[in-house]
Nanobody
Framework: QVQLVQSGGGLVQHGGSLRLSCAAS????????MGWFRQAPGKEREFITGISRRGNGISYVDSVRGRFTISRDNAKNTVDLKMNSLKPEDTAVYLC??????????????????WGLGTQVSVSS
């Protein structure tokens, strides 16, 4: 069973950049497809990007494609989310999640049994 510990996040101005990191322990990290989700106040949790077990399959939702970059390092047991050109509408709690059942990252949150605690990202206008 893997534990996920998140770091990064904070407050940034419109157009700024942030990096989130998610460190895994207690499991074989390369057995997990990893996803990043976010949840804004009053809204449902949404999938924004995911990466396959080996890192060769990546997907993004349209709202972040071209601005966000997901990457993973299976030797270091980490998955990162680099966020550029941030907008106020990116303000949310960001969560990393692990899925041991699929090779490719799934978009449905219910496919992920393991979750980080979340980190706040706030973008001022």
């Amino acid at each position: 069973q893997v534990q996920l510990v998140q770091s990064g996040g904070g407050l940034v101005q419109h157009g700024g950049s942030l990096r989130l990191s998610c460190a895994a322990s207690g499991g074989t990290f390369s057995n997990y497809a990893m996803g990043w989700f976010r949840q804004a106040p009053g809204k449902e949790r949404e999938f924004i990007t995911g990466i396959s077990r080996r890192g060769n399959g990546i997907s993004y939702v349209d709202s972040v494609r071209g601005r966000f970059t997901i990457s993973r390092d299976n030797a270091k047991n980490t998955v990162d989310l680099k966020m550029n050109s941030l907008k106020p509408e990116d303000t949310a709690v960001y969560l990393c999640a692990g899925d041991p059942y699929h090779e490719l990252a799934q978009t449905n949150e219910h496919d992920y049994p393991y979750w980080g605690l979340g980190t706040q990202v706030s973008v001022s206008s």
